[in-house]
């Protein structure tokens, strides 16, 4: 019995890792191309945040530091992806990188908190790979409060 709940809260650990964007993009599912959805980043996490900074291009890990105003101890973000870094007062509490042919913030440091970020999300076919029924894009705009 005592190995069966291990085994079953084992599963459910590894069930639930899915990262961010995964949860965000998840609100698109059998949905087509084309289709526009509202996106609160808030309802796309499970742990404590007070400001998410975007990261849309290739920037070091120094300027990282002087945007969120306290030593930044990741890498460098290189290019061809955007990075979300989540913190909590002075403390990075998440980060996650996502390929930016998938993803696409067009932000530079953007500071929003849970009440700001809210995304118009625009699911568009890839054009790079027209023969695949899906492979999709998806374009964050931020919604204006």
């Known amino acids: 019995m005592k190995r069966l709940c291990y085994v079953v809260l084992l599963i459910t650990v ?6 961010v964007a995964d949860k965000m993009i998840s609100n698109f599912d059998g949905k087509s191309a084309g289709t526009v959805c509202v996106i609160k980043l808030k ?15 290739r920037i070091e890990a120094d300027s990282i530091s002087k945007i969120i105003g ?26 996650e990188d996502n390929d930016s042919s998938i993803i696409s913030f067009g932000y530079q440091g953007k500071k929003l908190t849970p009440e700001t970020a809210i995304f118009e999300v ?3 076919k890839d054009k790079l790979e027209s023969d695949s ?13």
């Open 133 to 145: 029924a899906d492979c999709f894009y998806y374009s964050f705009g931020l919604i204006k409060k």
């Open 70 to 95: 306290f030593t930044y101890s990741g890498g460098d973000l290189t290019g061809g992806n955007t990075r979300m870094v989540f913190t909590v007062g002075k403390k990075v509490v998440y980060q």
């Open 14 to 19: 590894l069930c639930s890792c899915k990262s």
């Open 122 to 124: 625009d699911k568009t």
């Open 43 to 57: 309802d796309a996490t499970n742990f404590k945040w007070d400001k998410v900074y975007l990261f849309s291009s």
